[in-house]
């Protein structure tokens, strides 16, 4: 696993465990963690959730140097989960988990949003896409077949979700206030009905999870870019 030089990262995390946790590895998460799992009424969403933040309190780790276990998180400002200890400058976070996948996204340059969502199978996304959807990302779905829709609706929603958290403010942002339906060359833009927050520019792009999911990394920085990578099989494993 990359060191504490090792730049921008996202990791993919396979929660479909064949084996599960040792309970040392489940006992790394505070109680606030085991309060949150216990919300889910379902064994499976719960082993998941459990799952993904084993693996985040993992990657962190290995990248500070640290026990997983002595991590403690806390939030900012807006609500983004930051480490209330073991604190290293330029060392940001985070982390989104859907279905049997999860994204942990690292950045030694600059703030970072990931989000990943299975896709499930929605009868017409086009009413939700004009209930919150910027106005061009809403004329780009209602020109996409519908065959192919369902699928590009996920990857606009995950782009704009990763804007979010990369941001850090959580509902205060309207997603309707911005667009990212426009592909360059190399990858998705970001577009302000108003100024950019930011002041400075973005990065996005796409993360490929095949026709299962769709997912996405943004930075508040333009000229990023980031290594991929994915956890092993057995991670919840190994030492």
Not at 139 to 151: F, I, S
Not at 168 to 181: I, Q, W
């Amino acid at each position: 696993m990359p060191g504490a030089n090792a730049g921008n990262a996202v990791w993919r995390v396979d929660l479909s465990l064949s084996t599960a946790l040792p309970p040392g590895r489940t006992a790394w998460l505070s109680n606030e963690e085991r309060a949150r799992a216990d919300r889910f009424l379902r064994a499976e969403d719960r082993s998941r959730f459990i799952e993904s933040h084993v693996a985040l309190r993992l990657i962190l780790a290995r990248y500070g140097g640290w026990q997983p276990q002595d991590l403690i998180f806390g939030q900012d400002a807006g609500g983004k989960p930051v480490l209330a200890t073991h604190q290293r400058a330029g060392l940001h976070f985070n982390l989104s988990h859907s279905g049997s996948l999860a994204l942990v996204g690292i950045s030694c340059a600059a703030p970072i949003g990931v989000d990943v969502e299975a896709i499930r199978p929605i009868d017409d996304p086009l009413p939700i896409a004009r209930a919150h959807f910027h106005r061009n990302e809403v004329e780009v779905l209602t020109q996409t077949p519908k065959a192919l829709r369902n699928h590009a609706f996920f990857r606009l929603w995950t782009r704009k979700e990763a804007v979010v958290k990369a941001l850090g403010t959580g509902l205060m942002l309207a997603l309707d206030g911005f667009d990212v339906s426009t592909s360059a060359p190399s990858a998705p833009t970001v577009a302000w009905e108003g100024a950019d927050p930011t002041g400075c520019g973005w990065s996005l792009s796409d993360f490929d999870l095949g026709p299962e999911a769709a997912g996405a990394v943004a930075f508040p920085l333009p000229g990023q870019s980031c290594h991929r990578y994915r956890l092993p099989e057995d991670w919840g494993l190994q030492g």
